[in-house]
């Protein structure tokens, strides 16, 4: 907490975190952790903010949990949906795996989802939200899908972080609970999963005339009806075309937007370091003579190592430009191998700026700090906003002049210069707007002009920061 525990705003930030009695889980390590560091803050509203916000998926958006450890399972809703995203439950729940390993309860909550999110790849690899059961038909039962939707999927929209996000998760609890796939069949169900996984990612790779030729056609299309044009894909679902360039398709982006051209770079740089962390998971699982369920690993080894290969040359070939107005290299934000590009950021994870939090790239990279020049301007990206509440990067989700906290708070974790990441801090803990939690996004002059009052991945996310 060195860099911060010096007073950094005047805001207000009220103590509301729920009452025992009302919370959907409680972890006495996290508890703990909150009591012992209290007196290390300097400033009392980020004592409280960080109070409020770092407990708060656990706090609030346990759904359902079942901690029986031969099959556990865990249902995450995202805060204000009661559905399970598999980008925001992985990333909600990442700044708890440090108290897992002496937290018996909470590491079989974790466990339960890794389950939960093995069963819904299995169930559809191509959606981004799912229902608590199938019981009643999908929200969106209207969308026009391939392939088609079952009642457990709450929403369709294929976007390559959210499988990126399961492989994330697992290899997370892993690495704090080696146990994690010792229940009855949870291992072979998980390899199952990673199978899946790949074969998606494989498939996504072929080029719009390969598709078009084939005799399946599409592996995937969505349509929607719609006002909003960003919430359906073009070419009567198909997407804009293009070329080969062994990145992978990713159709809509973290936000829940379409994908302006397919080959999202963030998306399969996260890719790129969750399909190799996996192969580290299951050589360690080789070696604990791990039951497959006679499944044969090394194929899938293979796969895995050579996807994430040949993803990377990909993005290496095809992800790099020369911005046209900075005349530097940068990563591209998404590109169609025709040669097209766009160069934008949005705050979602993933993101260009985030590329150092994935993994991907170090925070003094040559080409990522031209890129964060480019993200962080107004000049060259034309959703980093700046006003009278701060400046950040927002996106097309909330509409121009929406600066999201998420983004500023990327912005601290990627940043390496301690001013940058004060004046974030006093960013952040000004745009509760005297509620105690972070938003998803707020109007650029205005931090009481906020979207979502319930937005359990920022405020995970910020508890990550300040841990």
């Known amino acids: 907490l060195a860099a911060f525990i010096a007073p950094v705003s005047g805001m207000y930030v009220p103590d509301v975190r729920l009452p025992y009695e009302n919370r959907t889980f409680t972890s006495l ?51 204000d949906i009661d559905a399970m995203w598999l980008r925001d439950s992985c990333n909600q729940v990442l700044p708890y795996m440090r108290f897992i390993s002496t937290d018996d309860a909470l590491r079989d909550l974790m466990t339960g989802l890794v389950v939960r999110m093995s069963k819904s790849v299995l169930v559809d690899s191509y959606a981004n939200a799912f229902n608590f059961d199938s019981s009643q038909e999908t929200d969106h039962a209207d969308d026009v899908r391939t392939p088609p939707m079952a009642n457990a999927t709450f929403e369709g929209k294929y976007e390559l972080d959210s499988l990126a996000a399961f492989l994330k998760l697992s290899r997370s609890v892993y690495a704090e609970n080696e146990e994690v796939f010792d229940g009855d069949g ?75 051209l397919p080959f999202l770079v963030p998306a399969n740089a996260m890719a790129v370091v969750e399909l190799r962390e996996t192969v580290k998971v299951i050589v360690s699982q080789l070696k604990r003579k791990a039951d497959t369920g006679r499944i044969n690993v090394y194929p899938i080894i293979d796969e895995l190592t050579d996807l994430a290969d040949g993803i990377d040359e990909g993005i290496q070939t095809w992800g790099k430009i020369v911005h046209p107005i900075t005349k530097k290299e940068v990563y591209a934000y998404e590109v169609d191998g025709y040669g097209n590009f766009i160069f934008m950021d949005d705050a979602n994870i993933p993101s260009l700026l985030a590329l150092p939090y994935l993994g991907y790239v170090e925070k003094s990279d040559p080409v990522y700090l031209n890129t964060r020049e480019a993200v962080l301007s107004e000049v060259t990206n034309p959703f980093f906003f700046k006003g009278r509440a701060g400046e950040g990067v927002g996106g097309p989700h909330q509409g121009y002049g929406m600066i999201w906290p998420m983004g500023i708070t990327v912005r601290a974790l990627t940043s390496t210069n301690e001013t940058e990441i004060k004046e974030c801090l006093k960013t952040l803990v000004d745009a509760t707007a005297h509620t105690g939690f972070m938003h998803e996004s707020y109007w650029k002059n205005d931090a009481s002009d906020f979207t979502r009052t319930w937005f359990a991945w920022a405020n995970s996310l910020f508890g990550e920061l300040i841990m």
């Open 186 to 260: 949870i291992y072979a169900s998980w390899l199952q999963a990673v199978e899946t996984t790949a074969a998606t990612i494989r498939r996504q790779q072929m080029s719009t005339s390969e598709e078009a030729e084939s005799r399946e056609g599409p592996a995937y299309t969505f349509s929607r009806f719609t006002t909003e044009a960003t919430d359906t894909l073009m070419q009567n679902g198909k997407g804009t075309p293009c070329a080969r360039t062994n990145m992978s398709k990713c159709m809509f982006r973290p936000s829940d937007d379409a994908t302006t």
């Open 29 to 79: 390590s996290v508890d703990d952790f909150l009591s012992s560091s209290k007196n290390r803050f300097k400033n009392k509203n980020l004592q409280r903010l960080f109070t409020n916000t770092l407990p708060n998926t656990l706090d609030t958006t346990i759904f359902s949990y079942d901690l029986d450890p031969k099959s556990p399972d865990t249902f995450i809703i995202t805060g």
